[in-house]
């Protein structure tokens, strides 16, 4: 297959959705930890299909119109999963990873019927209003390792969420370096303000789930 400029940078990683369909989603050879698809993320992106969410032959869709938003969306395949569930999804990450996102929305078009993505940049902590009303939901994998990313991206929890938003959070527990610092520092100040319930293995998809990757529903303290 003949590779133009573009084509070169990327390799294709496939996510077989429960259809049978797969995903195809485009990382980068080179960059930074935006650029691929982490295991957390995959494993998130299966949750979202899990019989309690979607069920088609139940009759159960609870993504069909739902308002979705990713923070941190790299490679943008978790929201991408919501999207092809009928969500309406929004994508965000820095403007470097634009590119990225819009490429990896083209390639998958044809798998989003109800639903719909768009891909917009958020740098956490900066105003949301263009997201606002809160949304159902927010979706997050991985966001959490950098120290200084800790405080802007609970206040754009904060700034993003409502009463009635859940926020779906899927990380990697790392023991390595300043992984469990500041993680420590995440939960601490996320807990202010927000109530964290952790979501059993069994709940999960029983093929993409590991000891060492949490899901949690946080929720606005009222």
């Not at 049978?20 to 990382?27: D, F, N, R, T, Y």
């Not at 996320?190 to 709940?203: G, R, T």
Request: glycine fraction near 6%.
């Amino acid at each position: 297959m003949a590779a133009d400029a573009d084509e070169s940078e990327y390799f294709v990683r496939e996510i077989e959705k429960n259809d049978g369909l797969a995903l195809k989603v485009k990382q980068c050879y080179l960059g930074d930890v935006g650029c691929v698809v982490w295991d957390a993320a995959i494993v998130l992106a299966k949750y979202l299909e899990t019989k309690q969410f979607y069920d088609p032959s139940g009759g159960v869709n609870f993504w069909a119109g739902r308002s979705v938003v990713e923070l941190g969306a790299g490679t943008g395949v978790v929201g991408l999963m919501a999207a092809t569930l009928g969500a309406q999804v929004t994508v965000t990450d820095l403007e470097d990873l634009q590119t990225l996102l819009r490429v990896n929305i083209q390639e998958n078009q044809t798998l989003i019927s109800s639903g719909s993505i768009t891909a917009k940049v958020l740098k956490w902590g900066e105003d949301v209003s263009e997201f606002l009303p809160p949304p159902h939901y927010i979706l997050m994998a991985d966001c959490i390792y950098y120290e200084q990313s800790v405080v802007p991206l609970v206040e754009s929890l904060k700034l993003l969420s409502g009463p009635d938003t859940c926020i779906i959070c899927c990380y990697e527990q790392r023991t390595q370096g300043v992984n469990p610092k500041v993680e420590r520092q995440f939960f601490e100040l996320l807990k202010q303000h927000f109530s964290c319930e952790e979501i059993p293995s069994e709940k999960q998809d029983p093929e993409f789930c590991s000891p060492d990757i949490h899901i949690l529903h946080i929720r606005r303290k009222v």
